[in-house]
């Protein structure tokens, strides 16, 4: 618990709640009921573990904070998520409805242990310890199963790792939602693109068995398609948009837009992610196709050539 102030308002309310939940609670030393729901949320707060914070405002001394919030009564409780109030209430509670307002509003005790196995797993997997990230995105995983970046976060690294198997296991059930997520069906495609080199004989072509094939057809799509996939299955990501975009520009509905969607796939893959609450901060990411950390400067590059090959999809379509 910390008391608010004008001075310390910004960055004890506002910067902290980017992180985690922050409860302000408004009172008055004059307030009985005030007196009452105190001990309960200060309880609250040492009971819930780290899962928000609790910051008092004395509204008689800080009346510019209270304008700010539209107070009238007191008490009344104000929940700051990433800077903004998404709920609160007023009047002195029970303990009872104290608990379901923030269980309502934060985090479980799962939800949290799996985001830090999560970050666990981007440290061992920066220091290269491939297996121990692995080990430590499934267990955060099996805490919070509904917890879809730990499950994008395995099956990429699954897939990078060659364990191709479990990674399908793992993305049957996102597949299955309706709409399916994105992030999930450009893992699945470049998933397809792994076991296609494996299992198709062209696998294993030379570029130059490829360019020779197109070079009799231009309309040969399936041969450009293969050599998409390898290159994609490459992390060629560039050469292998460039040739979908050739097919797209020639036959926007081959094979059920087979180029389109994979093209979209990449896209996803290599696009940087947004960072996460607690990596709010300069030159740290989680983004990209590796799950390493990638500083500003090459964040900003990869943005550009993200965006130039959505405007190149875009114009292709239209």
Not at 93 to 106: A, M, P, Y
Not at 254 to 262: E, I, M, V
Not at 287 to 313: F, H, P, W
Request: net charge negative; aromatic share 8%.
């Amino acid at each position: 618990m910390i008391d608010i102030t004008i001075e310390n308002f910004e960055a004890e309310v506002v910067a902290t709640s980017m992180a985690v939940p922050v409860l302000v609670d408004f009172w008055a030393t004059w307030c009985g009921p005030c007196k009452t729901l105190v001990p309960t949320l200060e309880k609250l707060e040492v009971e819930y573990a780290g899962r928000f914070k609790l910051a008092k405002v004395d509204v008689d001394a800080n009346q510019q904070i209270a304008g700010m919030f539209g107070i009238r009564s007191v008490p009344t409780c104000v929940l700051m998520v990433e800077g903004k109030p998404v709920d609160g209430f007023m009047g002195a509670q029970t303990e009872g409805q104290v608990r379901q307002f923030l269980d309502k509003h934060l985090p479980s005790a799962n939800e949290l242990a799996a985001e830090a196995e999560v970050d666990e797993a981007e440290q061992l997997l920066q220091s290269g310890d491939t297996q121990a990230a692995l080990q430590k995105l499934s267990e955060a995983l099996q805490a919070d199963p509904n917890n879809d970046d730990a499950r994008f976060d395995y099956v990429r690294l699954l897939i990078t790792t060659g364990d191709y198997e479990q990674a399908a296991d793992l993305l049957h059930e996102p597949l299955k939602r309706i709409p399916k997520p994105l992030q999930f069906d450009a893992l699945h495609q470049w998933l397809q693109c792994m076991r296609f080199v494996q299992q198709d004989e062209r696998g294993n072509w030379e570029w130059a068995q490829f360019d020779a094939a197109i070079a009799q057809n231009k309309r040969d799509f399936d041969t450009r398609f293969a050599k998409a996939q390898v290159l994609a299955a490459e992390g060629q990501w560039t050469h292998s948009m460039d040739e979908l975009l050739e097919i797209i520009m020639r036959d926007k509905a081959w094979n059920d837009q087979a180029a389109r969607k994979l093209f979209v796939a990449i896209l996803e893959l290599i696009a940087p992610a947004k960072p996460k609450k607690q990596d709010a901060v300069p030159g740290k990411s989680a983004g990209g196709i590796e799950l390493l950390g990638k500083n500003t400067a090459e964040q900003d590059e990869m943005t550009a050539l993200v965006n130039s090959y959505r405007r190149k999809l875009s114009m292709a379509l239209n």
